[in-house]
């Protein structure tokens, strides 16, 4: 069954300091994408980004990076040099195709704090 | 990605009545998702609006409490029936197949 979890609930940092929220899953399949959100104070969710299965590559845009790692089932992310538009909820999230289409679930979240 | 808008972007409704949330894209799309959120949660799916058939619901959704139309591939109603407290929430749509976009949200107290 899928399963994505956020363990941590609430983190808190000083403006500047880099920061990694981490995201463990599970599945049995072996073809599936897994996703980052932002859900500012305004409440819309954003698309950070998405990885198949296929795709161990890490990525970096700007100052976001995340790493994948199948052999630990995680998918990190990282903000470095945080800022305080930082400060959201961030879901990760693992999408699976069955004989409905894609599911997606989400993780619990991570509310960011970001202070100046 | 698809430009998706929602009304109403929030309400305040008597318990026992029924409101119709209206989900707009601006292009034609295969699959479109309808989340709940309820206060300081995650998103939980409602259900899969599926183009000229019923819906496909997840367990513990129904659909005579949470009707959906599709009635074409760039729009889709959710009806949250015979309110209560308990479905004030945020009410989500979102377009896939593979990476969901989302709506801005319909945020709705129920009294």
């Known amino acids: 069954a899928q399963k994505v979890t956020q363990a941590q609930t609430e983190i808190s940092v000083v403006e500047k300091e880099d920061v990694t929220l981490d995201c463990v899953y599970e599945?049995?399949?072996?073809?599936?994408?897994l996703f980052w959100y932002k859900q500012p104070p305004s409440g819309e969710l954003v698309f950070l980004i998405r990885?198949?299965?296929?795709?161990?590559q890490n990525e970096i845009s700007g100052r976001y990076s995340w790493n994948f790692q199948k052999s630990t089932s995680s998918f990190n992310f990282t903000i470095t040099a945080s800022q305080v538009v930082d400060s959201a909820v961030y879901f990760c999230?693992?999408?699976?195709?069955?004989?409905?289409?894609?599911?997606?679930?989400f993780g619990a979240g991570t509310r960011l704090f970001v202070k100046a | 990605s698809a430009v998706i808008s929602q009304k109403p972007s929030r309400d305040i409704c008597q318990r026992g009545t029924s409101l119709t949330i209206q989900c707009q894209v601006d292009s034609q799309v295969t699959m479109m998702f309808w989340y709940r959120q309820q206060p300081g949660q995650s998103l939980t799916l409602i259900a899969t609006a599926n183009q000229g058939s019923e819906a496909t619901y997840e367990s513990g959704f129904v659909i005579d409490k949470f009707p959906i139309s599709r009635p074409n591939l760039t729009f889709s109603t959710l009806t949250v029936s015979n309110m209560s407290p308990e479905d004030s929430s945020i009410y989500l749509c979102?377009?896939?197949?593979?990476?969901?976009?989302f709506g801005p949200g319909t945020r709705l107290l129920v009294l």
């Open positions: 979102s377009v896939g197949p593979e990476t969901q976009y």
């Open positions: 599945t049995r399949d072996t073809t599936y994408y």
């Open positions: 990885r198949n299965s296929f795709d161990e």
């Open positions: 999230a693992l999408s699976e195709f069955n004989t409905g289409g894609f599911k997606t679930i």
